[in-house]
């Protein structure tokens, strides 16, 4: 009783926050862009209309799109068939966005849509789909439990958006911060994020199915259960979606050794949504833990050892640091010994970048930026230095490599 009256003395006090946030930006952002416009107006530089047009047309996208989250979280999900959506939508007798997932839960999330407008999403697990009964029961109460709960809606809302990495959220992460921190003081503790189904069945099919190699894990299980057919296209269409997911979970219980670096390495980001998808269970300290000992930065006391690469690997890594950067030359290659998670290796890439007197410390800082962003688009984890042979803090990392 107590929680309920906190809850609801909270809402009115949040949404006046990000109403008063939310308009006070857009009113800025709508000031800035009517001085830079009428600057470009009556600016002598720019004399044709047209150009004066398209900068003006530039400016207002680029400012809004710097303050208003219209981007879709990152969640694992695909769009089901027309078929199947009429289907969902004729089951719970509404009109509703679904995706399909490869977890076993149920969860309502609400996307930044068009500026100020949201998007209601009903994620749910493709296990759940064989039975109509079922899903039908647990769409229904997800949808309940979501419109009823505003304060938690608007922590799911606000995560999400905090889920989105993208420069144009700049603007936004010290009061997304801040307000998820604030949300979750307001919510029950003991509210779950999502409809939690008993998924040991699938759980037990996932391992057997992992550790056979098997890639097909949705549409196996969607065949031998066989009570809707018409899910197969989504299932080899999630198998396909899922295949670093799967690779990983495979190295994750197999402990694989000896991977080739020119093969398709596990990810640790990858083990962190399995977490989350509720399809391996590990402990959130330990996950965290993990995170923190790959991404320190590194030393000449970082636990580090050679790796000896085969003349194809060293080709294959040395291209892609060349299809980024072709002032780039590669020095060594070395893995971190890990405590947490060892059998998802991390890699670091030692280089040495072509540089002028002048220019040394900036551009190295930004062609080292420029390759960690690339080389993260690649299977496994990679960290990248970016140095010259001659820093004393490069010559330490290399001799302390084992």
Not at 212 to 236: C, F, H, P, Q, R
Not at 345 to 372: A, G, H, M
């Given at each position: 009783?107590?929680?309920?009256?906190?809850?609801?003395?909270?809402?009115?006090?949040?949404?006046?926050?990000?109403?008063?946030?939310?308009?006070?930006?857009?009113?800025?952002?709508?000031?800035?862009?009517?001085?830079?416009?009428?600057?470009?107006?009556?600016?002598?530089?720019?004399?044709?209309?047209?150009?004066?047009?398209i900068i003006s047309m530039l400016v207002i996208a680029g400012v809004y799109g710097s303050i208003l989250p219209t981007q879709t979280p990152q969640k694992v999900g695909i769009k089901p068939s027309l078929k199947l959506q009429t289907y969902l939508e004729?089951?719970?007798?509404?009109?509703?966005?679904?995706?399909?997932?490869?977890?076993?839960?149920?969860?309502?999330?609400?996307?930044?849509?068009?500026?100020?407008?949201?998007?209601?999403?009903?994620?749910?697990?493709?296990?759940?789909?064989?039975?109509?009964?079922?899903?039908?029961?647990?769409?229904?109460?997800?949808?309940?439990?979501?419109?009823?709960?505003?304060?938690?809606?608007?922590?799911?809302?606000?995560?999400?958006?905090?889920?989105?990495?993208?420069?144009?959220?700049?603007?936004?992460?010290?009061?997304?911060?801040?307000?998820?921190?604030?949300?979750?003081?307001?919510?029950d503790s003991n509210l779950e994020k999502s409809t939690k189904v008993n998924n040991q069945d699938f759980k037990l099919y996932f391992l057997s199915s992992i550790q056979v190699s098997n890639t097909n894990i949705l549409t196996s299980y969607v065949k031998?259960?066989?009570?809707?057919?018409?899910?197969?296209?989504?299932?080899?269409?999630?198998?396909?979606?899922?295949?670093?997911?799967?690779?990983?979970?495979?190295?994750?219980?197999?402990?694989?050794?000896?991977?080739?670096?020119?093969?398709?390495?596990?990810?640790?980001?990858?083990?962190?949504?399995?977490?989350?998808?509720?399809?391996?269970?590990?402990?959130?300290?330990?996950?965290?833990?993990?995170?923190?000992?790959?991404?320190?930065?590194?030393?000449?006391?970082?636990?580090?050892?050679?790796?000896?690469l085969s003349e194809d690997e060293y080709i294959h890594i040395q291209q892609v640091i060349k299809d980024i950067s072709s002032d780039v030359e590669i020095i060594t290659v070395a893995k971190r010994e890990l405590e947490y998670f060892p059998q998802i290796?991390?890699?670091?890439?030692?280089?040495?970048?072509?540089?002028?007197?002048?220019?040394?410390?900036?551009?190295?800082?930004?062609?080292?930026?420029?390759?960690?962003?690339?080389?993260?688009?690649?299977?496994?984890?990679?960290?990248?230095?970016?140095?010259?042979?001659?820093?004393?803090?490069?010559?330490?990392?290399?001799?302390?490599?084992?």
């Amino acid at each position: 009783m107590k929680s309920s009256t906190i809850t609801e003395n909270n809402q009115t006090k949040f949404i006046n926050l990000t109403g008063v946030y939310i308009v006070s930006n857009f009113l800025i952002a709508t000031a800035l862009i009517g001085l830079f416009i009428s600057r470009i107006y009556v600016s002598k530089l720019v004399n044709a209309p047209i150009l004066k047009a398209i900068i003006s047309m530039l400016v207002i996208a680029g400012v809004y799109g710097s303050i208003l989250p219209t981007q879709t979280p990152q969640k694992v999900g695909i769009k089901p068939s027309l078929k199947l959506q009429t289907y969902l939508e004729k089951l719970v007798g509404k009109k509703l966005e679904f995706r399909i997932t490869p977890s076993c839960d149920i969860s309502i999330v609400e996307s930044p849509y068009f500026i100020l407008w949201r998007r209601q999403t009903v994620y749910i697990g493709i296990p759940l789909l064989l039975d109509t009964d079922t899903a039908k029961n647990h769409i229904i109460q997800a949808i309940e439990q979501a419109s009823v709960n505003s304060p938690k809606r608007e922590l799911d809302f606000w995560l999400g958006i905090a889920s989105v990495t993208s420069n144009n959220f700049q603007v936004w992460k010290p009061f997304t911060k801040w307000y998820i921190n604030y949300l979750k003081s307001v919510n029950d503790s003991n509210l779950e994020k999502s409809t939690k189904v008993n998924n040991q069945d699938f759980k037990l099919y996932f391992l057997s199915s992992i550790q056979v190699s098997n890639t097909n894990i949705l549409t196996s299980y969607v065949k031998e259960k066989g009570m809707n057919d018409n899910l197969l296209v989504e299932a080899s269409q999630l198998d396909s979606v899922c295949s670093n997911l799967w690779n990983t979970a495979h190295h994750y219980y197999n402990e694989t050794k000896g991977l080739s670096l020119t093969g398709n390495l596990p990810k640790y980001q990858d083990l962190c949504q399995l977490a989350s998808l509720d399809l391996i269970d590990i402990p959130l300290d330990k996950l965290e833990a993990g995170l923190a000992e790959r991404t320190e930065t590194i030393t000449a006391y970082s636990k580090l050892s050679q790796v000896n690469l085969s003349e194809d690997e060293y080709i294959h890594i040395q291209q892609v640091i060349k299809d980024i950067s072709s002032d780039v030359e590669i020095i060594t290659v070395a893995k971190r010994e890990l405590e947490y998670f060892p059998q998802i290796p991390s890699f670091v890439v030692v280089c040495c970048s072509k540089q002028s007197y002048l220019d040394r410390n900036e551009r190295t800082i930004l062609i080292q930026k420029q390759l960690q962003s690339k080389i993260n688009q690649i299977s496994g984890d990679w960290t990248v230095i970016v140095g010259n042979k001659h820093d004393y803090s490069i010559k330490q990392i290399i001799n302390s490599i084992n």
